[in-house]
């Protein structure tokens, strides 16, 4: 049996305080919208931008796209109203900011619980701190009800007192901790933000190296970069073929007793099929929550 993973190629940040990005949400190719009620939104538009993402998410509209909502820490004066509204609403996911050990993610699960949430409304971790780094691996096992983690690369470079570089090494060991604790935890995990929004180049090069290091997709400040991440994260049809060869080569080798065959003079094992299922089903999700658009 095959694990299938939500696609998450592209998950676009709108301002909770912007009704326009709200409404054209509705709209855009992205797997995954984040309602934003941290960052992008002004101190003094906390509690508007609360009531226009719950009216947003009431209106709905949003099709199979996951819905998720990045609520205000719970240090702020804000932070739980939000996750109160937001867990009496249809969305798929709390994002909680700066998360940095087990009882931050156990505390927002309780008011969740609290608060009415559905069993099925997942937490997301925001994964953006020197000590989130450290605790990757606590974090990522503090609760079955998490689903992604989720990089901060701006928050973390500052932290970090690094620099925004094109090959990303300042944050290259971050990357890999969170990876590993996402994979080893079962959730998933997608890549940070890519601020410069002139340089086309620089964001398929990004893509192409997040899809390498293991990310499921980036997150996104601009709908102009959903189809470079949705193209990149998505499988080719190329490799979907293969795929398909891989499991009809092995599945018969088996029938021959043999647990290994030779394809296009590559060794194929049991490894290469399961990877070539899970391509396979994941695929197939991708087609259908396109379909559904
Ligand atoms: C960056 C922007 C401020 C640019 O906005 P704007 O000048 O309006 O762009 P355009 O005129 O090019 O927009 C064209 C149309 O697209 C719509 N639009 C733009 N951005 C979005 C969006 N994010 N979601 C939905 N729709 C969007 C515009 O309304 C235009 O529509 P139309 O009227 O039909 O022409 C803006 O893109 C923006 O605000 N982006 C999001 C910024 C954000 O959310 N930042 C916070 C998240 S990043 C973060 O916090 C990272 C993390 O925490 C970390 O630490 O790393
Ligand atoms: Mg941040």
Known sequence: MVAVQRPRRSVLYMPGSKARALEKGRSLMADALIFDLEDAVTDDKKVEARQMVVEALQKGGYGKREIIV???????????????AISRTTADAILLPKVE?????????????????PESMSVMCMMETPLGMLNAKEIAASSERISCFVMGTSDLVKDLQARHTRERLPVITSLGLCLLAARAYGIGIVDGVCLDLN?????????????????????????KTISVANSTFGPSKEAVEKARSIVAA??????????????DGRLIENLHADEARRLIAYSDAVIALEQSA
Do not use: Y
Not at 250 to 263: R, S
């Open 70 to 84: 990045r609520v205000n820490g719970l240090d702020t004066e804000w932070g739980l109203e939000d996750i109160k």
């Open 101 to 117: 050990n087990e009882r931050q993610v156990l505390n927002l699960v309780d008011l969740m619980n609290k608060s009415g949430a």
């Open 199 to 223: 340089n086309d180049d620089a964001f398929a090069e990004i893509c192409v190296q997040g899809l390498a290091l293991g990310f499921d997709g980036k997150t996104l400040i601009h709908p």
């Open 250 to 263: 092995f599945e018969e080798a088996k029938k021959q007793g043999q647990g290994v065959v030779v394809l």
